[in-house]
C-alpha cells in the first residue's frame, strides 16, 4: 500500500458525459501527479500540482482539467467524454516538486 | 523530447531462469532512471532507481546499472519465481541542467513478464 489513494475504483459512463476522479495524496506529500494508461499510448503525463499551484502540464486534453485543494487532495475532471478516453487514470505523489513518486491503485473509467 | 524505449514482450521465463529486460533512452545530459512494476490489478511500485552514470539500483533480486555510454538501464535478476509475473515499465525523469526538467515521468511501453512453475 502506497499511501495514496483514489476513488472510485472503477467508472463506468456514457460518451458526452463529465466525470471527476479524486486523489488522496500520501500523508505530507505537497505534489500530485496524473498519469493515463491506455492500450494504443502507454503510460503519459497529463499534470502536475505542488501545494496547490499547477506546476508542469503533459500531454492533457483541453476537455480535461484538475486541481489541487488546500487539504491538498485532488480531481481530475473528464468531461465531453469518447471512447477513447476509456483507460486506467493513475494519481502519484511525492514529498516536494520533485522526487521519488508513489503511485495509487488507480482509477478505471470505461465510456461505452 | 525524452523517450524511453522497451524490447517488446510478452517474457515467458520458467522459474529460476535469468532474466533481462532490455531499456534505452533518449535524453539531454544525466536523467534519473527508474524501473517499476504493475502486479495484476494494482498501481505502479518503484522497484528500483539511479540517479546518475554507473549507479546501480538494487531491490528484491533485481539489479540495474546506469550506461551513459550506451544511454541504458537494463534490468536483471538472477533466478525469477513465478511471483514475479507482473508488467515492468522503464522510466526517467529529466536532468535538472535540461529545457525539459521537471519531475514528470516518461514511461517505456512496458515489458509483460511470464514466469512459469
Known amino acids: 500500500d502506497s499511501g495514496v489513494t483514489q476513488t472510485p475504483k472503477h467508472l463506468i459512463t456514457a460518451t458526452g458525459q463529465r466525470v471527476t476522479l479524486r486523489c488522496s495524496p500520501r500523508?505530507?506529500?505537497?505534489?500530485v501527479y496524473w498519469y493515463q494508461q491506455s492500450l494504443d499510448q502507454g503510460l503519459q503525463f497529463l499534470i502536475q500540482?505542488?501545494?496547490?499551484?499547477?506546476?508542469a502540464k503533459g500531454n492533457i486534453l483541453e476537455r480535461f482539467s484538475a486541481q489541487q485543494f488546500p487539504d491538498l487532495h485532488s480531481e481530475l475532471n473528464l468531461s465531453s467524454l469518447e471512447l477513447g478516453d476509456s483507460a486506467l487514470y493513475f494519481c502519484?505523489?511525492?514529498?516536494?516538486?520533485?522526487?521519488?513518486?508513489?503511485f495509487g491503485p488507480g482509477t478505471r473509467l470505461t465510456v461505452t | 523530447g525524452n523517450s524511453v524505449t522497451q524490447m517488446e514482450g510478452p517474457v515467458t521465463l520458467s522459474e529460476e531462469a535469468f532474466l533481462t529486460i532490455n531499456c534505452t533512452y533518449t535524453a539531454t545530459g544525466y536523467p534519473s532512471l527508474f524501473w517499476y512494476v504493475q502486479y495484476p490489478g494494482e498501481g505502479l511500485q518503484l522497484l528500483l532507481k539511479a540517479t546518475k552514470a554507473d549507479d546501480k539500483g538494487s531491490n528484491k533480486g533485481f539489479e540495474a546499472t546506469y550506461r551513459k555510454e550506451t544511454t541504458s538501464f537494463h534490468l536483471e535478476k538472477g533466478s525469477v519465481q513465478v511471483s514475479d509475473s507482473a508488467v515492468y515499465f522503464c522510466a526517467l525523469s529529466a536532468w535538472p541542467g535540461s529545457s525539459e526538467y521537471g519531475n514528470k515521468l516518461v514511461f517505456g511501453a512496458g515489458t509483460i513478464l511470464r514466469v512459469k512453475s
Open positions: 502519484a505523489s511525492s514529498v516536494a516538486s520533485v522526487g521519488e513518486q508513489y
Open positions: 500540482y505542488y501545494n496547490g499551484e499547477e506546476r
Open positions: 500523508s505530507g506529500d505537497l505534489s
